[in-house]
């Protein structure tokens, strides 16, 4: 349609209209194609507002969804199309592996290729939007939805940001088999104090700009049609009423100009806290600030008449709302075409397809992460392996927030294992989490009604197991339920049970490699100290249990590198590399001297840095070039490395290029990430690498806030990971 129609049928729509095109419901307000009344109204949603919502999330299925669509549009004043949004983060039934996986992977076709599959199915069922990516920075592995971030560095989420809304929405979100992107949750979410969700986050607005935006502007500039506002305070001031952040930054300086929708009720929650004193006053800030859709309260739909009336809002603020509302149907095509790609017959072709599945394994083994090994893996099919642990069975694998994909379809180890015919035994040994527990996931519970005999059972008979094999491979890890959306920890170890059963295997069999199941870096000391290998594969996805076989038995080799420290204990977090300079950096020659900045009983370090990971094979670096030590305004100069595979197996080395600003105007981090490229190298094969350096990549926010690279010197390291030596210097001149 046409901009000035647009604006015409704008016009024409009467207050009431304007404002429901606001108000976004879900699912369950929707039944079998007409409203539910029921569910709506016990949430004080009228029927009428409801009939003229402008968007609904969380409704999935094409035939549900074309139904819906048709009753509303003949319903609607103005025959106006909804929305359909929903959260679909590392797929939809296919699922990938999660997020923070992928940003091990350090490809971001990985985060690409998810995208553009998560796009195919969903679409197929109807659905237009979805509510990813969220590119929150992380460093706080308390924090349960670090999982559904790219991870701890600014550079590593950017390059993400743009795979992902390029996945999803391709060129032009109207083509088929497009979904529009919605960035979050903006500003800051992943930083909340003590890493307890929904909590306040506290950032000075250097470390706002310098690190926490990127990623989301990025994201802006790929062109997402949408950003969510997000539940946290900054600056003391919840997000969705922020009108510096809203306005001032997201539209006045990244230039969006796509449709702000709040989070779920965090309009709402601006009375909670305690910056509006009642809903009435929760909808003029939000307005005020910039957020367009009112997802799931009363606030806009209840209050934005009297206040337009009475004249405390401007109309004219309502308008420039709606409009973006209607633009962003525009932009999806469904004035011409309201179901874009709701299909039934696609959904049976594409949801879950050999492709999918395909492209699903291929991507989880990229992710998984080799922390240690002293040579037992991989395995060779004639030995004979116990499998052992809980995720050996395991199913909900598939991430915390795959709310539609369905655990059945999932591959379990053993499923792979046997897949790959090799000689294994399998035991069980414990479940996830303690006999008798409870624990709600987000849209499961989990609930064990184990004794604690038949748990001492599940013991022995995998001690048994473990006597009778060459080597263990120990599947262990944190519960899905455990991890994502409402799930901070205090403390980050595997459950109690896992390590009883650790520890009673290790003293059996010392030959244990440990697949490690996580949603977030976990204090693994006890795990390093019995085991002689350590995978990490995150939550891997629907092809889980597959690709987990083909890496163990050395089909492939890992591959990933870790996108997020994994701290030594959980008294170091907030834990990450590029930490700032301290007046007293930590001498490791000087431990008798007590004045430094470090821990009387933990190192500074993390266990295992950003950046680590090892493959089946080794390699070496050479020193690195620069093409010059001198980098002149506007000009450019290169580092190469050699990198040669050693060993004797295939393997791939991500190559990464970090920067140091030697003195700044203000603080700088010890060192950033500016650059990576990920190889697979044959043995003996050898290759060089080289990034281009350029002033852009030396730039920060000065003593004046002003972004900005300054002169002096710099150092450049490249290497397998964030604490290489392998440096050299350059001068920056003006
Ligand atoms: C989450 C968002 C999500 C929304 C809608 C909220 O609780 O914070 O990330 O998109 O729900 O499901």
Redesign the pocket.
């Known amino acids: 349609m046409e901009q000035r129609k647009l604006l015409e049928l704008l016009e024409e729509m009467s207050l009431e209209e304007k404002i429901n095109q606001l108000f976004q419901g879900n699912g369950s307000f929707y039944e079998g194609g007409s409203i539910a009344t029921g569910p709506a109204s016990e949430q004080g949603f009228s029927e009428k507002t409801i009939r003229e919502a402008g968007s609904v999330?969380?409704i999935v299925g094409a035939e549900n969804i074309k139904k819906i669509q048709k009753a509303h549009m003949e319903n609607h004043p103005h025959h106006i199309p909804l929305v359909f949004m929903?959260?679909i983060i590392n797929g939809y039934k296919t699922a990938f592996p999660i997020p923070l996986a992928q940003g091990a992977a350090f490809n971001p076709k990985v985060a690409k290729e998810g995208a553009e599959v998560a796009a195919k199915e969903a679409s197929a069922a109807g659905i237009q939007v979805t509510?990813?990516p969220?590119l929150d920075l992380v460093r706080d592995a308390r924090w349960g939805?670090v999982m559904?971030s790219n991870g701890e560095d600014t550079y590593l989420n950017s390059v993400y940001a743009k795979a992902l809304v390029e996945g999803y929405q391709g060129d032009d979100p109207k083509q088929p088999g497009k979904i529009g992107a919605?960035v979050?949750?903006f500003a800051a979410?992943g930083a909340p104090v003590a890493g307890r969700d929904y909590n306040n986050v506290e950032l000075s607005e250097r470390t706002l700009r310098d690190d926490y935006l990127p990623a989301y502007e990025a994201a802006v500039k790929a062109g997402a049609l949408l950003v969510?506002t997000s539940?946290n305070t900054l600056n003391r001031m919840p997000s969705s009423a922020n009108k510096w952040l809203l306005r001032d930054i997201l539209r006045g300086e990244m230039g969006f100009e796509g449709t702000v929708i709040s989070?779920?009720a965090a309009i709402e929650e601006i009375r909670n806290h305690g910056v509006a004193k009642d809903r009435k006053e929760a909808a003029k800030l939000a307005l005020l600030a910039g957020t367009d859709i009112d997802?799931m309260t009363t606030c806009y739909s209840n209050y934005l008449k009297e206040l337009i009336e009475s004249g405390e809002l401007d109309e004219a603020l309502l308008d420039e709302a709606v409009l973006r509302v209607l633009e962003l149907k525009n932009k999806l095509g469904l004035f011409e075409n309201p179901y874009k790609d709701a299909d039934e017959e696609a959904e049976k072709k594409v949801l879950l397809c050999e492709e999918h599945r395909r492209k699903a394994k291929e991507a989880a083994k990229e992710t998984f992460v080799l922390l240690e090994n002293d040579g037992i893996l991989p395995l060779k099919k004639e030995e004979k392996v116990a499998f052992i642990g809980p995720f050996t069975e395991e199913k909900a694998i598939i991430g915390a927030w795959s709310i539609f994909a369905d655990e059945k379809d999932a591959v379990s180890v053993k499923e792979g294992v046997a897949a790959i015919g090799a000689n294994a035994i399998f035991a069980k040994g414990c479940d996830s989490l303690e006999p008798g527990a409870v624990m709600p996931g987000m849209n499961f519970i989990y609930e064990s009604s184990r004794t604690q005999t038949q748990a001492q059972m599940m013991l022995d008979e995998a001690v048994e197991a473990a006597q009778k094999a060459d080597k263990v491979v120990l599947c262990i890890g944190e519960h899905m339920a455990q991890t994502g959306?409402a799930a901070s920890r205090a403390d980050i170890t595997i459950p109690e049970g896992q390590k009883k059963l650790l520890r009673e295997i290790a003293r059996v069999n010392k030959n244990i490699a440990v697949v490690l199941f996580n949603g977030r870096p976990l204090d693994i000391r006890e795990i390093k100290e019995l085991a002689k290998a350590v995978l990490v594969v995150w939550m891997p996805g629907t092809e889980g249990g597959n690709a987990i076989a083909e890496v163990l038995y050395g089909e492939t080799a890992p591959s990933g590198k870790l996108p997020m420290s994994f701290p030594y204990a959980v008294g170091q977090v907030p834990v990450f590399y590029n930490e700032f300079k301290t007046g007293r950096r930590m001498n490791p020659d000087q431990p008798e001297n007590r004045f430094q900045s470090r821990y009387m009983d933990i190192p500074n370090e993390p266990l295992y840095s950003f950046g680590y990971g090892l493959s089946y094979t080794e390699f070496s670096y050479s020193g690195v070039k620069l093409s010059s030590g001198n980098l002149e305004r506007n000009g450019k100069i290169t580092a190469s490395v050699t990198v040669k595979n050693i060993g004797s197996r295939k393997g791939a080395e991500t190559v990464q290029l970090y920067i140091r600003d030697e003195e700044g105007s203000v603080v700088r981090p010890v060192r950033e990430l500016r650059g990576f490229e990920k190889l697979w190298l044959d043995p003996g094969e050898e290759k060089e690498v080289s990034f281009t350096i350029t002033e852009n990549m030396l730039k920060f926010h000065d003593i004046n806030m002003k972004y900005t690279a300054e002169p002096g010197r710099f150092t450049v390291f490249v290497g397998g990971n964030s604490r290489t030596l392998n440096q050299a210097e350059f001068c920056l001149t003006f």
């Open positions: 999330l969380s929903a959260d509510f990813s969220m939805r559904e919605c979050k949750h979410y969510m539940f989070d779920w997802m959306e």
